[in-house]
Every structure is written in structure tokens, then in C-alpha cells.
């Protein structure tokens, strides 16, 4: 029998103006500066500042306050707007990036440019003699080339493209001429490959013929699998081979580029990983933590747009009517534009915040450098340091790098699991994992170190990890298992 029922619950949600802030936090060094030239674009109420005029105040970091003022969507009474509160000094907001560790730095990081992988490929496929008709389709195979220099799409999948973009009906044996016969010419060797036996198949195509390539070519085309799994003892049986010339022909397969695309340097992808977001330096036996802002636009709240409302003030009363819509947008763009300069500034603060204290958390390490010294950090205890959610936390956790002493780190990676020792003292899981890095590197390759014998050596030196455990974390630092390091 169904029944009606009034049911009463509270429910917390992020308002408009809270997600993008949150969405700031979150950006990148590069995709941050990107983002305040949109504004400016966009905004005509902001303007970016040219000279020193003046320096912002400087917030209490230890406060953060997501609640923002709500900009008014619907219509408002003109005549309920306080236009002095627009007008005060108080009010005129500005934003600069203040850091007084960086006086004789430049103010602009150099990036490299160049043409795009695509591009670069055009390039070389203009050089070949082909019909219009040929050129126009070839150029449409090369933009399926994806950034690992693999075409991973079906050839009726780009065939009905073709027609449906081109106009061109083309036939299956047109485009695999085309792919095999010019595509798959190109430099780097190994681009246009469908799957990584094709890729590793071209290149050996293209090496000067001796026996090792040839008994290499026999091992990818008609013994990939084997290869693969590394069933060593099989492949030399089916191929009828001595062991020494077996392993001559993988030494020529193991120097081949498995992602050909990727040893393309202009590809722009990777520039944003080349520039950190913080910096910690030790000076003076302290360590000093700076934000990456040196590329960002100073900007504040138009000057121009606060006279133009102020000339508006004087004649509201006059033209109340004829003056109502153009009042009515000055105030929408002068609250989103002051919204905007002290979101930059929430930002700061937020970023600020959080890796001041990570660093705190982690100063044995920043001032030393031994991983060993890395302590069990979970993102709760940060948050429940500096008194912001946990997802603030992650999102500066997971998208920002910070320059040390030591080396440029993702900041995700000085957050681990707390482990105790046979000692019960707490340890940090990245220090099982060097440790298991370490063991791993010191095997012998021709009977690589299972997991259980793995997590015996382990317990050797006073730690108690599971089998399991050990497992995952090999998995974690991206290690394959023993067979698959085993070598001949």
C-alpha cells in the first residue's frame, strides 16, 4: 500500500559563485593565467594595471571565506542601488602579486613555441606527389593520428567520415594505400601504426637488414604474444634458435619506441608540467614558500567605468528612465569585475594556506631531502590544520608542483598511508616503497624477486607488509610483476 509522507532535511550546497572559485583553486599556474586574460577579455569593468599605482592589503591567510556576495541575476529597483557604496576608495579593489622574495626575478617565464605535431606531420606529407583528391583524404587519415602516434580508430569508421566531412567516397584498399604507402613513411618511424605490433614492426622494417632484425621481425609478426608475456623458453623453441641469438633479437626490439609521437618536442601538451606553482627555498636555515604568479596580469576594477557611474549618479534623478538599463549594467559588471579581483585573491590565500602547511608538516624532509623522512600524510590531517574542506584540499593536492631543493614534485606526492613497524613506530608508505625500489633494482633480472619474497625481505628489516600490500604498491610505482622483468 503506498503511502504519502512529508519528509524535512537539510542539504548543503555550493553556490554558483562558490564552484568557481573552487574551479580557480584548482587551476594550474598556466591554465590560471589563461583564465584572467579571458576575464579581462570579457569583462570591460576590469582593467590590468600597467605601473605600480598601488599594493592590496594584505590578508589574514589563516581565514578563508567561500562565501562570496551573490551577483543579482533578475531585475532590481533602480532606485534601491547605493551608487556611493560603488564610489568609496575602500571599495576600489585591486589585485598584485606581491612577493617579496622574487625583486630581481623577471617578470615573464619564457615558453618555447613551435608548430604542432599535426602540423609537422602536414609537413612531410605535402612533399609526396599525390592528386588533390589523395592529399585531401591522407590529410584527413594523419588528423586521427592521436599524441602517441597511433591511428587507434577503425579504418570503416574513418572511410564513413570521409564521406560524411570530405563528400569523397572512398574505398578501404584506397586508404590503406595511402596509410601504408605514405602515412606510415613518415618520421618518426613507427607513426600511423593501428596497435604497438605494427608500431614495433615498422621500425624493424626500417633498420638495416641483418640476422638479429630478421629473427626480431619473425617475433613480431608471427610470435608477438609470446613476446609479450616474455615466455621466453617457447619463443626460442618455435623459432628454432640458440638462446644468444634469441636475446641479440630482443636487445634490437627493446630499443624500439613503443610511442613514437612522444619524442616530438613541440608538442605544447606538456609545456604546463615544465613551470611549478610553489616554490620552497631554504634561507637563512628557514624555509621560504613563494606562489609561481609572475606571468599573471595585475588587474583591478576599471577606473573609466567607476566615473562613468558616478556621472550617472548626478543625473539619475533627471533621466531616470533613459539611464535605468545603462545604471542597471555598470553595477552587473562592476560586481562581477570586484567578485573576480577578490576571488584572485581567495585564491592566493587558499593556495597559500595549504602548502604552508604541507611544508610545516613535511619540514624534516624540505630540509633535508631524505625520503626516509617523508611522515604518514593523509589529506584530513591538512585539513583539519588550516580548517578547509578536504575536496580543497585534494584539488591543490592533485594539480599543483612545487619547486624544492631536491627536485620539482607533484604536491599528491608527499601524501601517504601511515604504516607501523615492528618498532611500533608509524612510518610513511613511501618509504616502503623505496625500500621495495631499492630490492627491486638489486635482483637479479634472470630470477626477479617475487611478491612474497618481496614482502620476506621486507619483514627482514622490521616491516610487516603483506603480500597483497606489496602488490599494490609495486603496482603504484608502476612495476611490473617478476615475470615481466625477467630477462634472458
Known sequence: MLKQKFLQKGQQKLSPKQIKLMKLVQLSTLDFEQ??????EENPALEEIEEEISSIEESDPSVIDFDLPEQEDKSIDISEINIDEYLSDDEILDFKNNNPNNHNEEKYIPIVSGISFQEYLKSQLHTFRLNQEDLL??????????????????IPAIIDDILLILGIPVTAEKVEKLLVNYIQKLEPIGIGARNLQECLFIQLENKKKSHDVNLAKRIIRNNFEFFTKKNYKKLQNKLGTTKNDLRKAIYQIEKLNPKPGKIYSGNPKNLDHLIPDFTICISDGKLELSLNHRNTPEIKVSSLYLDMLKSYKSSKERNMKRNENTILFLKQKIDSAKWFVDAIKQRQNTLMLTMNAIMDYQKEYFFTGDPYKIKPMILKNISQKIGVGISTVSRVANSKYVNTPYGTFLIKSFFSEKMINEEGIEISSIEIKKLLGESIAKENKRRPLTDEKLSKILKKKGYLVARRTVAKYRDQMQIPVARMRKIL
Open 137 to 154: 583524404i591522407a590529410d584527413f587519415i594523419l588528423g586521427n593520428i592521436d599524441e602517441d602516434g597511433y591511428i587507434r580508430r577503425k
Open 35 to 40: 583564465r584572467v586574460k579571458q576575464e579581462l
